[in-house]
T-cell receptor
Framework: QQQVKQSPQSLIVQKGGISIINCAYE??????FPWYQQFPGKGPALLIA?????SEKKEGRFTISFNKSAKQFSLHIMDSQPGDSATYFC??????????FGQGTRLTINP | EAGVAQSPRYKIIEKRQSVAFWCNPI?????LYWYQQILGQGPKLLIQ????????DSQLPKDRFSAERLKGVDSTLKIQPAKLEDSAVYLC???????????????FGPGTRLLVL
């Protein structure tokens, strides 16, 4: 029940296209859902996060969509750029408890 | 503002040997985390400190792993003896305090890549 399932494992998108990564969770007590971006040789960096009282949050080209009833949330990257090529992790936590990470999605943006 | 510092960046050891990793969190950050990231997987929390006290070590293999955070600043993570399955990246993160966002936002270091032969 502590798992966060992420899909797809890898994704290839053309430059300018929309990248979509999905996550699903079981624990309805989770109340914080961040997305992290990780480049090779670097630690994960917080990209954007959402709480379950809103259905969507947008920051620049990055949008989180949240469906509380389906226990799913997704990351949309609009106008994807080669510099967005990285591994993306969704995560979830309950209050001050530890982050539970998804398996990761390796995103490649072709120029 | 300097980020989370970790050393060494890479370490190769043979099984049954011991190894130690060091982490220096962002100045003023009271909460420190150690994660294990196995290739192709998301990070998994090993231990969480609040100042120099342990908040959560439920996923730390205590028969071989140990961690300490003396004086509530730097931290070391030790593995003794190492097994082949310990090959992973060990990430340190810190946050201002507890809490899911704001004060609880976690900032990660670059990690230490461990290979056990």
């Amino acid at each position: 029940q502590q798992q966060v399932k992420q899909s797809p494992q890898s994704l290839i998108v053309q430059k300018g296209g929309i990248s979509i990564i999905n996550c699903a969770y079981e624990n309805t007590a989770f109340d914080y859902f961040p997305w992290y971006q990780q480049f090779p040789g670097k630690g994960p960096a917080l990209l954007i996060a959402i709480r379950p009282d809103v259905s969507e949050k947008k920051e620049g080209r990055f949008t989180i969509s949240f469906n509380k009833s389906a226990k799913q949330f997704s990351l949309h990257i609009m106008d994807s750029q080669p510099g967005d090529s990285a591994t993306y992790f969704c995560a979830a936590s309950k209050g001050a408890q530890k982050l539970v990470f998804g398996q990761g999605t390796r995103l490649t943006i072709n120029p | 503002e300097a980020g989370v510092a970790q050393s060494p960046r890479y370490k190769i050891i043979e099984k049954r040997q011991s190894v130690a990793f060091w982490c220096n969190p962002i100045s003023g950050h009271a909460t420190l985390y150690w994660y294990q990231q196995i290739l192709g997987q998301g990070p998994k929390l090993l231990i969480q400190f609040q100042n120099n006290g342990v908040v959560d070590d439920s996923q730390l293999p205590k028969d071989r792993f140990s961690a300490e955070r003396l004086k509530g600043v730097d931290s070391t993570l030790k593995i003794q003896p190492a097994k082949l399955e310990d090959s992973a990246v060990y990430l340190c993160a810190s946050s201002l305090g507890l809490g899911a966002e704001g004060r609880g936002t976690q900032y990660f270091g670059p990690g230490t890549r461990l290979l056990v032969l």
